[in-house]
């Protein structure tokens, strides 16, 4: 056995709760750590639920007083709306900030809590390995889909309000001390976004598995998250109150983004992020209707892993264990859908060779490679596969 190669890994997370009814447990947290003012941030949707009244019983006993609750519209955050969080975040002065929802919900939270102990803008905040002054108030996040894993990643992706471009956010200050996953919180999920943020935490984990930057710390999360996803996936898509499939699917979201927190991703994350910013796909399924095509062109690459990640899929090749899971969870599309002229397929893939994750990718790629890459995306169902 050769000794180990140099690594870098990144561990984003101090502390991770998993269990069913584990967000009971946030009242005890936030006692332990002696917080008197909390604030809340949370999606839209929740405005009046249950849930959000919950949450706000166990952060009002033996507080000074009740939570500031923070709503953040029901879309992807730009600049305005992290603005918006930031105000209501100061003028809580919270020692306590909880933020509960999607990977959006999640990623405001984070930049907003970094605002309030750094001068500057949420745009003059943005940037890759940032030396942000961290903010003194425990930071708890509790997802409510398994897709991003926002709530143990460093990373944060927010739009520049009135444009397409998306700043994207890395510093030791961003993540949250203590991460809550409570599967309860996914059941209600609705078939569609349980599909687009799974297959973006697939995409997530494949992606970090097959890296440049993927090493002996990251293999094994990537590698579970992987089996996982591919077993359990489509059947929390096709029943929702499966308590296995839900459990499964939200370990395996955070596995992946403990991974690709340390790895980066790739070509598939290069295209998809022109596609939200451009022609406004949602995320996972921008990422859906790249992954065929993006395998194809790089599994010549994968070595040995190219069986482990065939064999996950129950498939005899990636590329087409990939673009049959596409389909088994209803997100077999094609770019023509959305993308309608040569000029803006050039647009996609000129924005994708200038991401920071092409230097993860596996296997190099020119614009002429990143543009076949996109053409061979057109076409649905199973876009890629034959390349
Ligand atoms: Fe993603």
């Known amino acids: 056995m050769s000794e180990p190669g140099p690594f870098e890994f990144r561990h984003p997370a101090r502390r991770i709760l998993f269990g069913w009814g584990v967000i009971d447990r946030l009242s005890e947290i936030a006692k332990a750590h002696g917080a008197r003012r909390a604030a809340l941030v949370t999606d839209a949707c929740f405005r009046d639920s249950a849930l959000v009244e919950r949450l706000t019983g166990a952060l009002t006993d033996g507080f000074d007083r009740p939570p500031v609750v923070h709503f953040m519209p029901s879309r992807e955050p730009d600049t305005d709306g992290v603005g918006d969080c930031h105000r209501a975040l100061a003028a809580a002065d919270p020692d306590l900030v909880v933020a509960m929802g999607g990977g959006s919900t999640m990623d405001a939270a984070k930049v907003a809590r970094i605002m309030l102990a750094n001068p500057g803008t949420a745009s003059e905040l943005a940037g890759f390995d940032r030396r942000h002054v961290p903010h003194p108030s425990l930071a708890i996040g509790v997802p409510t889909t398994a897709g ?3 709530e143990v990643s ?74 996982l996803l591919a077993r359990w996936l489509p059947v929390a898509c096709d029943e929702p109150t499966h308590r296995e499939a839900r459990a499964w699917c939200l370990v395996a979201s955070m596995q992946a983004a403990v991974a690709f927190n340390s790895t980066q991703l790739g070509l598939c994350h290069a295209i998809a992020a ?70 803006e397929r050039d647009a996609i893939a000129w924005a994708a060779v200038k991401s920071g994750n092409m230097a993860f990718n596996p296997r190099p790629a020119d614009f002429d490679a990143v543009r076949g890459v996109v053409e061979a995306m057109r076409r649905a169902p199973g876009a890629g596969v034959s390349a």
Not at 163 to 181: E, G, H, I, N, Q
Not at 289 to 306: D, H, Q, R, S
Not at 330 to 338: A, Y
Request: hydrophobic share 45%; net charge negative.
């Open 148 to 150: 991003t894993g926002s």
């Open 154 to 227: 460093e990373m944060a992706v927010v739009s520049e309000a009135g444009s397409d471009v998306k700043l994207r956010y890395r510093s030791a200050a961003l993540p949250f001390d203590v991460a809550l996953l409570d599967p309860e919180l996914t059941v209600s999920m609705p078939r569609v976004v349980t599909a687009q943020t799974g297959f973006d935490a697939f995409t997530h984990a494949l992606e970090s598995y097959v890296s440049r930057g993927a090493n002996l710390m990251t293999e094994p999360m990537s590698r579970s998250a992987l089996s």
């Open 274 to 343: 022109p596609l939200g910013a451009l022609h406004h796909v949602v995320h996972g399924l921008a990422n859906a209707i790249a992954l065929p095509a993006v395998v194809a062109y790089n599994e010549p690459m994968f070595g040995a892993k190219a069986r482990v990640v065939a064999e996950a899929l129950g498939a005899p090749t990636a590329r087409e264990g990939v673009a049959r899971l596409r389909e088994r969870v209803g997100l077999d599309r094609g770019l023509d859908e959305f993308v309608a002229s040569d000029a």
